[in-house]
């Protein structure tokens, strides 16, 4: 940061974001130039960044607790989406104002998340400007394990965990009532699926997160696999907020081209189907069969047997195309 700026930055680190860690990988964190860190033999690293940004991934006034849960929260669900253990984290935190309730608060939604999952924060920068945090994070698999977008065959099963649709119907809600909370629960506070995620390596074939909409990182992972799919509208894993709230119809739009779920989509083989039955008792969600892989590349959405044209996303959802 600029030795003229007006931030404490110091201070800042030094009450917010500087902790202990047991994490024996950590030769050295917070207060160098740089953390040294040590993965075992045998493993490799897989490393993501998304950045989110005020206005354009979350609103104005979004509470400064769900802001720093979520920074995590849509990285962790990259690694999730690799299969990945999470290990470490870096964040560069830009802010408009140097107002420590808001750090404070921030920091305390990003260590409670971190602390679930046990990643721990190594470093970061923190600068004075627009308002928005930058994570990347590390994480750990065997070598040659990470379960890529691209491996997914013909024949091969779709699953989805979780429900979609909830997160962007959360955002746009007036949040009054029970429905509105859970819905607004969704979009600010994203579970990232990270053990479901480890737990499908070696079951899934290909896996991908949520974050866009279904059908659109559905189809991400599809063509990069160089294979199409026959899928079930009638399938879509829908909550019942979301349908008491958007009705059924807009529900299955909602979770199509919705965006902001942060659920795993994934494939798995029809000789891995067992494993993934014993599997599923394990998740604390709900896991659905939406559909199998095809060697026609097409995407096809049946209802009822009817071919189904996915709409387009809605204009007025300010993250499209914002990812
Ligand atoms: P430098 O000028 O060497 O980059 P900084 O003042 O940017 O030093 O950072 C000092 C230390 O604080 C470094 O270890 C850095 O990784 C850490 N740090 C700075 N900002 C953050 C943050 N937002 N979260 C975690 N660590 C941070
Ligand atoms: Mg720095």
């Known amino acids: 940061m600029s030795p003229d700026n007006p931030l404490p930055e110091f201070d800042l680190i030094n009450r917010f974001f500087t902790r202990t860690t047991d994490d024996k990988g950590v030769v050295l964190g917070v207060g160098d130039d740089a953390a040294v860190l040590s993965a075992e033999p045998g493993t490799e690293l897989v490393v993501a960044t998304d950045v989110i940004v005020e206005q354009i991934h979350f609103p104005a006034y979004t509470p400064p607790h769900a802001v720093g849960h979520r920074a995590l929260a849509v990285n962790l669900s990259d690694l999730a989406a690799m299969g990945a253990e999470p290990r470490w984290a870096t964040l560069a935190l830009s802010l408009p104002e140097a107002d ?12 409670a998340l971190a602390d679930a999952h046990n990643i721990a924060l190594v470093g970061g920068d923190t600068v004075a400007g ?85 059908h659109a990182d559905l189809t ?89 044209a996915v709409p387009a996303g809605y204009s007025h959802f300010e993250t499209e195309g914002a990812d």
């Open 100 to 111: 420590p309730a808001w750090v404070e608060q921030f920091a305390t939604g990003f260590f």
């Open 130 to 214: 627009p308002l928005f945090a930058s994570v990347t994070v590390h994480g750990v698999v065997p070598a040659g394990e990470a379960v890529l977008r691209s491996t997914a065959s013909d024949g091969d099963g779709i699953y989805v965990t979780g429900c979609t649709g909830d997160a962007v119907a959360g955002r746009l809600c007036e949040g009054t009532n029970d429905n509105d909370h859970y819905l607004a629960a969704r979009f600010l506070y994203p579970a990232p699926r990270v053990a479901q995620g480890r737990a499908l390596r070696g079951v899934a074939s290909a896996m991908i997160d949520v974050s866009d909409g279904l």
């Open 220 to 308: 991400h992972m599809l063509s990069a696999s160089g294979v199409g799919a026959e899928l079930d509208i009638n399938a879509l894993p829908l909550s019942e907020e979301l349908i008491a709230s958007a009705g059924e119809r807009e529900a299955a739009t909602f979770a199509l081209t919705g965006g902001d779920d942060y659920e795993l989509c994934f494939t798995v083989p029809p000789e891995q189907e067992p494993a993934l039955q014993s599997l599923s008792d394990s998740f604390d969600c709900p896991l659905t069969r939406i559909g199998t892989c095809t060697e026609d590349r097409a995407v096809n959405w049946r209802e009822d047997g009817k071919l189904f």
